[in-house]
């Protein structure tokens, strides 16, 4: 079970790695001023939603915060080993896509020229951050995720996905 969470957690940071990617702009080290590795003590008004070995999960009751122009309709953040690691924003609906991508390539920088009209996913690769924009035009669900580059480096380790330096 433990290196299962493992496992999901590292596929979803591979699958980052398979799409278009983009150097980051101005890494923020973290999410909406908090630092990558901050322990789930530090942060105020989180509730536990799901606890699986050495992963956490907490949302924020009420409003989730604005990100990037747009009113997300959930947040989450994921902690490993009491250690802040990834942040998950769910969205809905085009209009809220269209929004999120104009202020995030403003925000993190421009991507390669592609054909498709519509952006489905696209990574933005910093030294301490990763951005990783998905959607979904069939559902019209998105996610805005933000990953620890050292943390999820030291998962691929564990996981022996990164060969030993």
Request: aromatic share 10%.
């Amino acid at each position: 079970m433990r290196w299962t969470v493992s496992a999901a957690f590292a596929l979803l940071v591979l699958a980052a790695v398979s799409g278009l990617a983009a150097d980051l702009k101005d890494d923020p080290g973290g999410f909406d001023g908090v630092w990558w590795g901050t322990s789930a003590l530090e942060m105020s008004g989180l509730a536990l939603i799901r606890e699986q070995a050495d992963f956490n999960t907490f949302t924020r009751p009420g409003v989730p915060p604005s990100v990037c122009d747009i009113t997300p309709e959930r947040v989450k953040y994921q902690f490993f080993k009491d250690r802040l690691n990834l942040v998950i924003v769910n969205y809905r609906g085009k209009e809220t896509h269209d929004t999120l991508v104009a202020c995030a390539l403003r925000r993190y920088g421009p991507i390669p020229p592609m054909k498709p009209r519509t952006l489905l996913r696209v990574d933005w690769d910093g030294p301490a951050t990763i951005v990783s924009l998905t959607y979904d035009p069939y559902t019209e669900e998105g996610t805005l995720s933000f990953a620890s580059r050292s943390i999820n480096e030291e998962l691929f380790e564990r996981l022996e996905l990164i060969p030993d330096r």
